[in-house]
């Protein structure tokens, strides 16, 4: 897979897609290349552990389909994402792959990881991925920052100077072993401090009923950063709402003939130019459904409704949302 990683310093906007799948969502930069609106979150395919080959099917499927930014980070199946990748992607595909750092493994763990914050594991874990990917540049890497949540948090001596982080981070970057840097799980002002640094992503947790973070959203939209949001349908964890179970969501899904899955992802796509969309699954069929999201229009009646659904959640002073102690 060496030749097949694009840096997301890489220029493609003038690119000719000859593959079979067209670029699914429209077009968005990813630093200064251009990609597919709708990628694809690998995480899921950890379900195919036992199955290699079937992890493999999906990935290919997604690239035939035209996805062409897949997200992924070396403690995804403790390695076997990766692999995945590594087996499933050919030269010459133009896919720019984005990982992160900031956290490893932790077997037995709730959750399984663990903060590796330091600027020297910060490293390590790029190394990892590049051994892992077989390359020898990552298009984007992820600085998890563990300031909000959900999910592990830094604590102790993992609590580490934004600065030292960025320097290791800038300094990835000159070697040539990682195209652009992104971050994760932050809050506003930590992205006001990274700027200088050229960030090109940011990964948080956003929806359309979990709209805490629209202050940032807008900033990265106006810096020219792409807004890749997880956990784009609601919480992953039990007990939390979930944007397919609004009543708004569901009758904009029934009248168009789609799910309300596919109708909270297109709100998404029409909320802001800059969101690029990383829904994961390890079902060719639905990511089918995630893929044609693309092709699915909202009049502006319906995006009004959908608008207010989530309009109280939008923060005007602490833009953290509120995460019980059992997500984190």
């Known amino acids: 897979m060496a030749d097949t990683v694009s840096p997301a310093g890489t220029d493609r906007s003038a690119d000719t897609d000859t593959r079979p799948g067209s670029r699914p969502g429209g077009t968005a930069a990813l630093g200064t290349s251009s990609v597919a609106r709708i990628g694809y979150g690998a995480m899921g395919l950890e379900r195919h552990h036992d199955n ?57 763990g709730q959750p399984p990881l663990r903060p590796a914050q330091h600027p ?71 992205l006001r401090r990274a700027l200088p640094a050229g960030i090109v992503c940011v990964q948080n947790a956003y929806s359309l009923i979990q709209r805490e973070y629209e202050d940032m959203l807008e900033l990265c939209a106006d810096e020219g950063i792409g807004w890749a949001p997880f956990f784009p349908l609601g919480s992953g964890f039990p007990g939390f709402p979930k944007v397919v179970d609004e009543p708004a ?61 989530g309009a109280a959640t939008v923060s005007t002073g602490d833009r953290s949302p509120r995460w019980p102690d059992e997500a984190r």
């Open 52 to 108: 290699p080959d079937a992890a493999v099917a999906v990935v290919r499927r997604a690239v035939e389909l035209g996805v062409d930014h897949i997200d992924t980070a070396q403690f995804y199946g403790n390695g076997f994402v990766n692999d995945v990748l590594r087996r499933a992607l050919k030269p010459d595909e133009g896919v720019v792959i984005v990982s992160k750092v900031g956290a490893v493994p932790d077997p037995g």
């Open 120 to 190: 020297a594991e910060l490293r390590a874990a790029v190394e990892d991925n590049l051994r892992a990917l077989d390359t020898d540049t990552i298009g984007v890497v992820n600085l998890r920052r563990l300031d909000v949540g959900p999910g592990v948090t830094a604590t102790g001596d993992q609590l580490v100077d934004l600065d030292d982080q960025l320097a290791e981070m800038v300094a990835l970057r000159d070697e040539g072993k990682i195209g652009g840097i992104g971050l994760s799980a932050v809050d506003t002002d930590t």
């Open 249 to 309: 969501v569901r009758a904009a899904a029934s009248a168009r003939g789609v799910t309300p899955a596919q109708v909270g992802l297109a709100w998404l796509l029409a909320h802001a130019p800059n969101i690029l969309l990383i829904p994961g699954t390890a079902s060719i069929a639905h990511l089918e459904e995630n893929v044609a999201v693309g092709d699915i229009a909202l009049d502006g009646d319906t995006k009004a409704a959908l608008d207010a659904v």
